[in-house]
C-alpha cells in the first residue's frame, strides 16, 4: 500500500485516495467502495463535490481483524 508522490525533494505518502484508487488498492470494484463507505467499514472525507478515502482505514480493513 505504498501510494506516493514527489513534490520537490520530499517524497510524502497521500493520506487521501479516490474511491477508484481505493477500489484498486483492495481489489474490489468502485461499486463494493461505495457498499463498504456506506456500511462505515472505511472512512472518507467529502471534499466539494468529491469523496476520498482514508487510506488508514484501507490499510486496517486490507490486514484484516486483529488478533487480539
Request: hydrophobic share 40%; aromatic share 4%.
Amino acid at each position: 500500500l505504498k501510494h506516493q508522490y514527489k513534490t520537490g525533494d520530499n517524497r510524502m505518502e497521500k493520506l487521501l485516495l479516490t474511491v477508484r484508487k481505493a477500489a484498486d488498492v483492495l481489489s474490489v470494484s468502485q461499486s463494493r467502495v461505495y457498499e463498504l463507505l456506506y456500511a462505515e467499514q472505511l472512512d472518507s472525507v467529502k471534499i466539494l463535490r468529491s469523496r476520498r478515502v482514508a487510506l488508514a482505514s484501507v490499510r486496517r480493513l486490507a490486514d484484516g481483524p486483529s488478533a487480539s
